[in-house]
């Protein structure tokens, strides 16, 4: 019976802080989001502007975010990384909506397409694109972690978990069992 009321806690914990730690965490989840279109003088679209509120997640921010990054790390202007970025997620566009069958792309993959084409729109070496996407990637996946243990750590204070409900939260993201933010993993 325990375990029983142990599984609902937890899962119930889990719903609690999806909602809290997807809003701040996904925000900055992948150095490589999807392509949010916007209005542009041509009328064609153009993803990471940040106009238009940014599209359905807010990718817009996110967008203009890495670009600063990554202009930062590879030493080119911000507006040249925003171009080429555009020019890839432009060139590399889903052409189907995907579905519950669709399998997610290898992100090793996909960031690998990425290093590579940046590095010849911006005529840096590719493997400082590359350095520079895995850091992007590492300290926005630390940022994430900081989140959920400040999350964790309130409602284990506020006496919403437990401390072992908490640990098994953290565990099951640790392992990909769980995906706070509710995307595909």
Do not use: C
Not at 21 to 34: L, Q, R
Not at 65 to 88: F, H, I, N, P, Q
Not at 131 to 146: C, D, S, V
Not at 151 to 167: C, F, I, K, P, S
């Amino acid at each position: 019976m325990a375990s029983k009321k142990t599984a609902v806690a937890v899962a119930a914990g889990v719903l609690a802080l999806g909602a809290g730690v997807g809003i701040a965490g996904i925000a900055s989840a992948d150095p490589t989001p999807t392509p949010t279109p916007s209005a542009s003088a041509s009328g064609a679209p153009t993803p990471g502007t940040g106009e238009a509120g940014g599209g359905r997640h807010g990718h817009g921010f996110r967008d203009a975010e890495l670009a600063a990054e990554l202009a930062g790390k590879l030493g080119v202007s911000e507006d040249k990384v925003t171009e080429a970025l555009r020019a890839y997620w432009e060139d590399n566009r889903p052409t189907a909506k995907p579905d519950d069958k669709t399998t997610p792309p290898d992100p090793a993959e996909r960031d690998a397409a990425l290093a590579k084409a940046l590095a010849e729109k911006l005529g840096v070496d590719e493997a400082k694109v590359t350095t520079a996407l895995q850091e992007i990637r590492t300290a926005r996946q630390a940022e994430r972690a900081a989140a959920l243990k400040s999350r964790l750590d309130a409602a284990v204070t506020d006496g919403t978990l437990t401390q072992a409900e908490a640990d098994a939260v953290t565990k099951a993201v640790e392992k990909g069992v769980i995906n706070p933010g509710g995307g595909p993993r």
